[in-house]
T-cell receptor, first 114, second 111 residues
């Protein structure tokens, strides 16, 4: 069964450093998403991406964040200058098409900012 | 007010019990609705989509009331393996959508 994959599973970085989180969505999917979940808190929407541009973004997704689909398979989230409060689990998801179609989530990348 | 609100929980039930989860959403432009489950430190996984006509999948029944902006999930004959956090999820917007998660309700099923 096709699945969304994410790398790395755990990333540790120093405050102020740039990080890139990588995702490989399911191959025929057209919509891509990033979410974060701070430990013990709810899953929060960051951004949705379709047709090589951002469709929707939340208030969390400020200028420190960017997304890119550099080739036909990868979807990346970049955090330019990490803060302690960026420590969280980051989930990528993809969806085939349509309104009700399911989002499939990757296993997440745990980001720890020291 | 939170856009998606759920029972705070946790729910502690014996095996075989029936459990009901409730969820309300505040944005009337919301377009599609789901229940996900999340196991500890794992990704959310779709349990079922929710339709106005109601839908059932084995022991699970979901219902949507658009007029009341209310979503429910019923689990019958609960199993130990049902122990998880249940997430109410709402999509709004067009195209790529903005997906809003509720805070989740934790369920513990005990033998």
């Amino acid at each position: 069964e096709p699945e969304v994959t994410q790398t790395p599973s755990h990333q540790v970085t120093q405050m102020g450093q740039e990080v890139i989180l990588r995702c490989v969505p399911i191959s025929n999917h057209l919509y891509f998403y990033w979410y974060r979940q701070i430990l013990g808190q709810k899953v929060e929407f960051l951004v949705s991406f379709y047709n090589n541009e951002i469709s929707e973004k939340s208030e969390i997704f400020d200028d420190q964040f960017s997304v890119e689909r550099p080739d036909g398979s990868n979807f990346t989230l970049k955090i330019r200058s990490t803060k302690l409060e960026d420590s969280a689990m980051y989930f990528c998801a993809s969806r085939e098409r349509g309104d009700g179609d399911t989002q499939y989530f990757g296993p997440g990348t745990r980001l720890t900012v020291l | 007010r939170k856009e998606v609100e759920q029972d705070p929980g946790p729910f502690n039930v014996p095996e075989g019990a029936t459990v009901a989860f409730n969820c309300t959403y505040s944005n009337s432009a919301s377009q599609s609705f789901f229940w996900y489950r999340q196991d500890c430190r794992k990704e959310p996984k779709l349990l079922m989509s929710v339709y106005s006509s109601g839908n059932e999948d084995g022991r699970f029944t979901a219902q949507l009331n658009r007029a009341s902006q209310y979503i429910s999930l019923l689990i019958r004959d609960s199993k130990l393996s049902d122990s998880a956090t249940y997430l109410c999820v709402v999509n709004r917007g067009t195209g790529g959508f903005k997906t809003i998660f509720g805070a989740g309700t934790r369920l513990f099923v005990k033998a």
